[in-house]
């Protein structure tokens, strides 16, 4: 599967966006969806993931509350939902996917296949 984020760009804190990711190839749906994030002179980190019907969700305990992932497996579309954005969101956002990450989600090394990353940047 291949993927592609997009959707990011420069808000003011408290402020909202929203990312998509678009992925190819008929099975979308055979695949669990995740967000990751990487800030400048960081390592990247998990953001939240999606199971593949779309059942489960799970999140990073900085964005819980302020984020939501969802998936619309027959548009083969992910979306992660970004509200109340603060300066520290501020970061190259990632979409990735796997058909067996499960309880590894978390992992960055789980996931077998990622998009090119679109930018956020929040302003104070």
């Known amino acids: 599967v291949q993927l592609q984020a997009f959707g990011g760009g420069l808000v003011q804190a408290g402020g909202s966006l929203r990312l998509s990711c678009a992925a190819s190839g008929p099975t979308f749906g055979d695949y669990y969806m995740g967000w990751f994030r990487q800030a400048p002179g960081k390592e990247r980190e998990f953001v939240a993931a999606?199971?593949?019907?779309?059942?489960?969700?799970y999140y990073a305990e900085s964005v819980e509350g302020r984020f939501t992932i969802s998936r619309d497996n027959a548009k083969n579309m992910g979306y992660l939902q970004l509200n109340s954005l603060k300066p520290e969101d501020t970061a190259v956002y990632y979409c990735a996917a796997d058909r067996s990450v499960r309880y590894y989600y978390s992992d960055v090394g789980s996931w077998d296949y990622w998009g090119q990353g679109t930018e956020v940047t929040v302003s104070s």
């Open positions: 999606i199971a593949r019907g779309g059942g489960h969700t």
